[in-house]
């Protein structure tokens, strides 16, 4: 015959547990349901427990003056078959929650029911931006903890997130810095500082660069035949500077909605110094004729490498004219400045052979590349190659600059 | 169950008593000549907000005051000025609170009737009227635990607060405790613009007396002297231990709710009845009467109080209002609880 | 000997009333009867005519403390259940906060709520009402935690010159035991840091705490250390306690009994958020009831109210973003 387990219930508002008082039945009785069967105590009343079935009392597992809590076993009741279903008391199932109702770990576990409620959590979603990989997104505390010890977003390139989406917690970062620490740091010149700021910003825009080979034969003879020699970058200068002027469009920067125009063609152009690159700017280069730069511009790359450019050699300028050809090298995607939407960059002139269709013969010619680096939200492929391609064809015609 | 009063110690022959009357009708005039200036004052512009006047409820208040002694507690209703100036509240505590001095007891935090000196025995209302009374039980329960006995505590409100829960756990609360309270409801007819009938479906507000278990009382809120007897009587009982009194005063407000109130919705019929008698008249009539005051002496005693009352206006327009940089913006008695101050310091 | 929350509430009261004759008790079924916990029980007895029955009028008892600490007396009174204190709101939001600030004369009263949720109260005497007495300038609101804390703050609530509305926890009284009652305590205003972690903050109070410390158990098994500030006081508010913890941790789940909208988890949330923005390395997140009255059936309860166990799974969010 099924035992049902007699359970000490919730005998009132926030009652813990319950004293055993006397038992009012001895086990072997036959009790009806509602009898009382044990009288207990609780810090506010004594009171009967009753008896929830017919049957016999099988036995009582409790001693009297002790305290149970609420939801204990205190004996069993026998009954019969029929009694435990018709009160549906499923003994398989009261005997599964008894062997469950170990101790509440958490003072809302009063009965087996509320262990066994899952509770959903209350808060919602934590919105992490799309593009939250890396340094993607940064919250607030990494982004001030960055500020204070003056890092940006690139600095951070080659940390993999752990956070959601691939973020970049504070503990990554923390960890990232103090690892850093154990490698050898030297100080960046004041000169890296600057020139990686200035990248940093220009890499914001969507770059772009175009390039075409252009024959400097012609720009060689006439070079040789000046007195004081103006550096091919001169010639570069120049040449920009009436293409420019021609039409100053792709010049132009883009703010918002709207295409910044130049005020006047003033140049700048390339000088390698230590640890970096200067640019001092030549104004109104289209007003001026090349040979009444070159003095002008010998000066200023002095200066420049003296580093005591004058301030109105410096900055404001609408294109950048870069001769990276004095490296040796032959083709390079040179970076406009940030306020800067144009560079033009100028390769090793190399001999070459070159089939000369007129005299049906090879003749040994002197290329080199040009290149324009330019922001693609003002300029297309189109017009940045015949900018390109009216620079090509002044430095071919040097006597026009 | 109204009851009648022959006590030893009432005032039931209120000819032998000219100076108590005197004292009383004078506290009157000083009121309704105070409420005039707060009414002009208010009409130029110079108090914010409401200005509430006691016109016609002088005598039932100034009654209560004169029969208030130093010890005692009074929870006035909004049309009370006759009874605190009577009860000694200083005519510049009104004056000082409707314009804001910061020299007054409310320092412009409060304004107009919500005034008082709750130490002093002048309670400060909040709006809600029933609840001042079982603050009064609470200032008698208190006393009675101190072991001083002899002092009362006079509550009053209009017939509208009568409906409030306050209301009924309260007088409750005193008729179980056997508190000396003094419930004095001024039944003037109109809660705002809500006339008794849409307020109460009894014969008469004294009538709840017999549901508490306390004596009630009736009086024509426009006789001084009934008053000063009926309510002066109902103090010296509860004063002698005889438990909470129920006082109620039939009259009518004559004048609008506050004064941005044109009252235009009170029964002309009410207005011409014998409710509608001004209570300051009707004492002057009195005094004559009774040869207590000619036309001279009256005359001389409305010259000293528009001469009070011009005196204290002056003296307050000339007093400070509150500046919100030096104001503390604290609340607590309690300094060292006081947010993002001592808490933090000390942390 | 062990002392429950209980009995440290009685025995904060027997002190009270045995250091200071200012002090008296007022309220329903709290004389003779002793109360219908029992917070009161003998007192009556032991100091005569000063634990007294009330009438069933919350208001008049509200009112009643109110003009007695205006003659200068020390009052507890005792709402039967938190939730009956609508009842009173009036005089204690309106006359009580306000006295102080209007007239200079203090208003020391102690309001004691037997609240929060136990199995099987429903929606009548389970609310936790702390926010609502919080809102409000000119309040006090203590919610103990712990046996030492509902002894040694009650005891402070009744030195306290202003209203304090003292939030006992009906569930922690019989089940939280102390050894013995504390001989020394942190002033009321400073909040207490229950555990100590570096992951998350838990900021909670009352009964939550241990609901939060059984969640911190839970994730230190998973190699998380979890800190779990128990604010003790929600007015005032010791922000630099939870600042400093959140500026250990980065992270902040707030933890409370009462509904979501508005209240006590709202509040820290937005001064961290105002005031301690750079701290944060993940949204603030927290964890109320649901916005529902409370229901009556234990497995309705159960997942009303924020446990352990929807702790965890909280804290799992906030710990994984």
Redesign the interface.
């Known amino acids: 015959m099924p035992h049902v387990p007699i359970i000490m219930p919730q005998l009132g508002e926030s009652i813990a547990e319950a004293t055993i008082v006397s038992f009012l039945v001895q086990p072997g009785d036959v009790v009806e349901a509602d009898q009382d069967i044990i009288e207990v105590e609780t810090n506010k009343a004594n009171m009967n427990l009753v008896s929830l079935a017919h049957g016999r009392i099988a036995q009582f597992t409790v001693q009297l003056g002790e305290s149970y809590p609420v939801g204990s076993s205190l004996g069993q009741i026998e009954v019969t078959k029929e009694e435990a279903a018709r009160l549906g008391l499923d003994t398989a199932q009261l005997d599964k929650a008894r062997s469950q109702s170990t101790p509440a770990t958490t003072l809302s576990g009063n009965t087996p029911n509320t262990q066994e409620a899952h509770v959903q959590p209350t808060i919602r979603g934590l919105p992490v931006p799309a593009h939250a990989a890396g340094a993607g997104y940064m919250s607030p505390r990494l982004k001030a903890r960055m500020h204070e010890l003056g890092l940006h977003a690139a600095d951070l390139a080659g940390l993999a997130g752990s956070g959601a989406a691939g973020r970049v917690t504070v503990e990554d970062f923390e960890r990232y810095i103090s690892n850093l620490e154990k490698q050898k740091l030297t100080p960046a010149s004041s000169m890296r500082v600057a020139v990686a700021d200035a990248m940093r910003r220009s890499w914001t825009r969507p770059l772009a660069t175009v390039g075409m080979p252009v024959l400097m034969d012609r720009l060689l003879a006439h070079r040789k035949a000046q007195v004081v020699k103006p550096g091919p970058a001169l010639y570069g200068l120049r040449a920009l500077a009436i293409a420019l002027s021609e039409n100053s469009a792709p010049a132009g920067r883009l703010i918002g909605n709207n295409i910044v125009h130049p005020s006047a063609i003033d140049l700048g152009f390339g000088v390698e110094v230590e640890d970096g690159v200067l640019v001092p700017v030549i104004r109104n280069a289209d007003q001026k004729k090349l040979a009444d730069l070159v003095a002008r511009y010998n000066h200023l790359i002095e200066l420049a490498r003296q580093r005591k450019l004058p301030l109105d050699a410096t900055g404001g300028s609408i294109a950048t004219v870069t001769n990276y050809g004095t490296f040796g090298l032959t083709l390079a995607t040179p970076i406009p400045l940030p306020e800067q939407n144009l560079v033009l960059g100028m390769g090793a002139g190399r001999k070459v052979v070159r089939w000369d269709e007129a005299n049906e013969k090879c003749v040994p010619v002197t290329e080199s590349h040009l290149t324009l680096s330019f922001d693609h939200r003002v300029l297309d492929g189109g017009a940045a190659g015949r900018l390109l391609g009216r620079v090509a064809d002044l430095l071919m015609h040097p006597e026009q600059l | 169950m109204v009851q009648s009063l022959v006590e030893p110690q009432s005032v039931a022959d209120i000819s032998s008593a000219p100076a108590l009357y005197v004292k009383a009708y004078r506290a009157m005039l000083l009121a309704r000549v105070l409420d005039d200036k707060f009414a002009s004052l208010w009409r130029a512009g110079k108090i914010h907000g409401g200005v509430f006047l006691g016109r016609g409820q002088e005598a039932l208040s100034a009654a209560i005051g004169v029969a208030l002694r130093e010890g005692d507690v009074f929870a006035p209703l909004i049309r009370d000025l006759a009874g605190r100036l009577a009860f000694n509240e200083p005519i510049l505590d009104g004056v000082r609170t409707y314009l804001g001095s910061t020299l007054g007891p409310m320092r412009g935090r409060d304004g107009n009737v919500h005034r008082g000196r709750p130490g002093e025995g002048q309670l400060a209302m909040i709006s809600h009227l029933g609840a001042m009374i079982s603050v009064v039980n609470g200032v008698l329960f208190a006393r009675r635990m101190k072991h001083i006995t002899g002092m009362v505590g006079v509550a009053t409100c209009g017939d509208g607060a009568t409906s409030t829960g306050s209301f009924h756990e309260a007088l409750n609360q005193a008729a179980v405790e056997k508190l000396p309270l003094v419930m004095v409801v001024a039944d003037n007819q109109y809660a705002y613009s809500t006339p008794t009938a849409q307020q109460f479906a009894c014969r008469s507000l004294v009538d709840r007396a017999v549901g508490y278990g306390i004596p009630g009382y009736e009086v024509d809120g426009t006789d001084l002297a009934a008053c000063l007897r009926v309510v002066g009587d109902a103090i010296v009982r509860a004063r002698a231990g005889q438990g909470p009194q129920l006082v109620v005063a039939h009259l009518l407000r004559l004048c609008g709710h506050g004064e941005h109130d044109d009252a235009y919705y009170i029964d002309p019929q009410l207005k011409s009845s014998a409710l509608g008698v001004d209570c300051l008249k009707r004492a002057e009539d009195f005094l004559r009467q009774q040869s207590w005051a000619d036309a001279g002496t009256l005359a001389q005693w409305r010259s000293e109080a528009v001469h009070q009352v011009e005196d204290a206006v002056a003296t307050v327009q000339r007093e400070p209002p509150p500046d919100p940089f030096t104001e503390t913006w604290s609340v607590l008695a309690t300094a060292r609880l006081a947010e993002g101050n001592e808490v933090n310091a000390r942390s | 000997m062990s002392i429950t929350y209980?009995e440290a509430i009685r025995a904060a009261q027997a002190r009270a009333l045995a250091d200071d004759p200012r002090v008296?008790i007022y309220g329903q079924d709290v004389g003779a009867f002793g109360g219908?916990?029992?917070a009161t029980k003998g007192l009556a007895k032991e100091f005569p005519?000063?634990v007294l029955d009330?009438?069933i009028?919350e208001?008049?008892?509200?009112?009643?403390?109110?003009?007695?600490?205006?003659?200068?007396?020390r009052?507890i009174i005792e709402m039967q259940f938190a939730d009956f204190s609508t009842?009173a709101f009036?005089?204690i939001v309106?006359?009580a906060?306000?006295?102080?600030?209007?007239?200079?004369?203090?208003?020391?009263i102690t309001v004691r709520l037997p609240c929060g949720a136990?199995?099987?109260?429903g929606p009548f005497?389970s609310q936790t009402m702390e926010a609502i007495y919080a809102h409000y300038?000119?309040i006090?609101v203590l919610t103990p935690a712990t046996v030492e804390d509902a002894y040694s703050m009650l005891l402070e609530a009744v030195v306290?010159?202003?209203p304090v509305i003292f939030c006992e926890h009906?569930?922690?009284?019989?089940?939280?035991k102390a050894e013995a009652l504390p001989t020394e305590a942190l002033?009321?205003?400073?909040a207490r840091i229950a555990r100590e972690g570096r992951d998350l903050t838990v900021v909670t109070y009352s009964?939550m705490v241990?609901?939060s410390l059984?969640a911190a158990?839970v994730l230190h098994s998973d190699g998380w250390e979890i800190e779990v500030v128990d604010l003790r006081s929600v007015?005032?508010?010791?922000?630099?306690?939870v600042m400093g913890s959140v500026a250990r941790t980065?992270r902040l789940?707030c933890v409370g009994e009462a509904w979501?909208w508005g209240g006590v988890t709202s509040e820290v949330i937005a001064r961290v958020t105002c005031e301690g923005?750079?701290?944060?390395?993940?949204?603030p997140?927290?964890?109320?009831?649901?916005d529902t009255p409370v229901p009556y059936h234990?497995?309705l309860?159960?997942?009303h109210?924020?446990?352990?166990?929807?702790i965890v799974?909280?804290a799992r969010?906030?710990l994984?973003?």
């Open positions: 209980l008296f219908a916990f029992k005519g000063r009330a009438p009028s208001d008049a008892m509200a009112g009643l403390a109110i003009g007695a600490a205006i003659e200068g007396l009052p009842v009036n005089q309106n006359q906060a306000t006295l102080f600030w209007r007239t200079n004369v203090p208003c020391p136990t199995s099987g109260s005497h300038p000119g006090v306290i010159d202003d009906k569930l922690l009284y019989y089940h939280l002033p009321v205003g400073k009964a241990h609901e059984a158990e007015k005032p508010l010791d922000t630099d306690t980065g789940l979501p923005y750079d701290l944060l390395d993940a949204p997140q927290r964890l109320n009831a649901k234990p497995n309860w159960a997942a109210r924020p446990t352990a166990r929807s799974d909280a969010k906030v994984q973003y």
